[in-house]
Structures are given as structure tokens and as C-alpha cells.
Antibody
Framework: QVQLVESGGGVVQPGRSLRLSCAAS????????THWVRQPPGKGLEWVAV????????YYDDSVKGRFTVSRDNSQNTLYLQMNNLRAEDTAVYYC??????????????WGQGTLVTVYS | QTVVTQEPSFSVSPGGTVTLTCGLS?????????PSWYQQTPGQAPRTLIY???TRSSGVPDRFSGSILGNKAALTITGAQADDEADYYC???????????FGGGTKLTVL
């Protein structure tokens, strides 16, 4: 069955960096696009970024553009989110999620359990 | 900036039918936005119910259905059950460079 397991969350000071990972299994990772979605405490879902199956296309929400970078290693079935210059408003549970198709315009069908990032001075 | 709109809250009786909607602050939702719906209970990750307007995700009962109603996407739950009490989110695809935008979510109460 499809499994997505995020890791790398934690407490970090404003302005610092953190890298999240998402280990995928149960499907052919290299054939599907993947998303990052976050949820601040007590608030709704926010789309963060998407990457196509081969890493050739990447798109970001304006709130993270220039600070976050999504990447993938298909040989390791792993998705990454490099987060730089973190701000208090980046505090959230971060979910990785599998697309139904190969590109960036395909919606999500499976979600990981999430990893909490707290930006706190 | 385009905002995706959802009812903040809704209530349904057990066994009843409820339709939640997903609209745009400007314009109409069509299938080109690939509207998708997610259910989230407290402390849990979201679960995909419907994607691309009306395709049920694996394992989702046929009590859940998606459609376009007028100028909005819609999620209809028929025969509501107690464990349908949850937050429901829609997401729309705005096109490359703008990508995906979630609605603010609807808190559904079954009572």
C-alpha cells in the first residue's frame, strides 16, 4: 500500500534552515508528481509546493518562493523540502502528498502523516 | 489574489444529505480547476475523498460524490453518519505559476 513518511521537523530559530524528507513506498515513486502542504496550528491547509515526476517542473506558493526549494531523489524514493530563512509564520505541520499523475497539475490522492516545524525564538 | 471560498460551518442530521460548496471570489469553478475534496478529523492527516471534480479516491464510500453545481464545485454526502463529522477542504488548480489554492475549510457537524 502507498506509504509516505515525513521526517526532519523540529524547533528552529527564525532565520535558520531546516530540511524535510519524505520517504515513499508502495508505488513507483519516479512516475508521480508530489506536493508539500502545510497546516499551521489550529488553521486550515495551505498548499506549499509541487514537483513533477522527474523534478523538471517545480512551483511554489508566493509565501515561500525564494526561501523554500523542493527536490526529489528518485533513486532513493525520497522527496525533500529545503526551508531557508524560516519565519514564525512557517510554523506548521508539513505533509507530503502523492499526485494522481506525473506532472504538477495533478491533484493529491495520498497523504503522509506530517511532521511539525516550529519556528520560535 | 483569488480566494477559494467554502462555508465555514454546516450541520446535518444523521441519515441526512448535505452539500458543501467550493467557489471563487472572482469567477466560476469548472472542471478545468480539477476541484478536489479532503476530509480531516482532529489530530489526523487529511484523507482524499474526491479528485478531479467527481472521481472517488480508493476506498471512499459512494455516499460521497462530487460535482459542479452552478458556478461552484460541490461535495454531497448522502446518508450522513456520525463519523462524517470532520473538517472538509477543497482545493483548486489555478494554472502553472499559480498552482494550487485551498479553501478555508468547512466544519461539518452531524447532530
Amino acid at each position: 500500500q502507498v506509504q509516505l513518511v515525513e521526517s526532519g521537523g523540529g524547533v528552529v530559530q527564525p532565520g535558520r534552515s531546516l530540511r524535510l524528507s519524505c520517504a515513499a513506498s508502495g508505488f513507483t515513486f519516479s512516475s508521480y508528481g508530489t506536493h508539500w502542504v502545510r497546516q499551521p496550528p489550529g488553521k486550515g491547509l495551505e498548499w506549499v509546493a509541487v514537483i513533477s515526476y522527474d523534478g523538471g517542473n517545480k512551483y511554489y506558493d508566493d509565501s515561500v518562493k525564494g526561501r523554500f526549494t523542493v527536490s526529489r531523489d528518485n533513486s532513493q524514493n525520497t522527496l525533500y523540502l529545503q526551508m531557508n530563512n524560516l519565519r514564525a509564520e512557517d510554523t506548521a505541520v508539513y505533509y507530503c502528498a502523492k499526485s494522481i499523475g506525473y506532472g504538477y497539475s495533478y491533484p493529491i490522492d495520498y497523504w503522509g502523516q506530517g511532521t511539525l516545524v516550529t519556528v520560535y525564538s | 489574489q483569488t480566494v477559494v471560498t467554502q462555508e465555514p460551518s454546516f450541520s446535518v442530521s444523521p441519515g441526512g444529505t448535505v452539500t458543501l460548496t467550493c467557489g471563487l471570489s472572482s469567477g466560476s469553478v469548472s472542471t478545468s480547476y480539477y476541484p478536489s475534496w479532503y476530509q480531516q478529523t482532529p489530530g489526523q492527516a487529511p484523507r482524499t475523498l474526491i479528485y478531479s471534480t467527481n472521481t472517488r479516491s480508493s476506498g471512499v464510500p459512494d455516499r460521497f460524490s462530487g460535482s459542479i453545481l452552478g458556478n461552484k464545485a460541490a461535495l454531497t454526502i448522502t446518508g450522513a453518519q456520525a463519523d462524517d463529522e470532520a473538517d472538509y477542504y477543497c482545493v483548486l488548480y489555478m494554472g502553472s505559476g499559480l498552482s494550487w489554492v485551498f479553501g478555508g475549510g468547512t466544519k461539518l457537524t452531524v447532530l
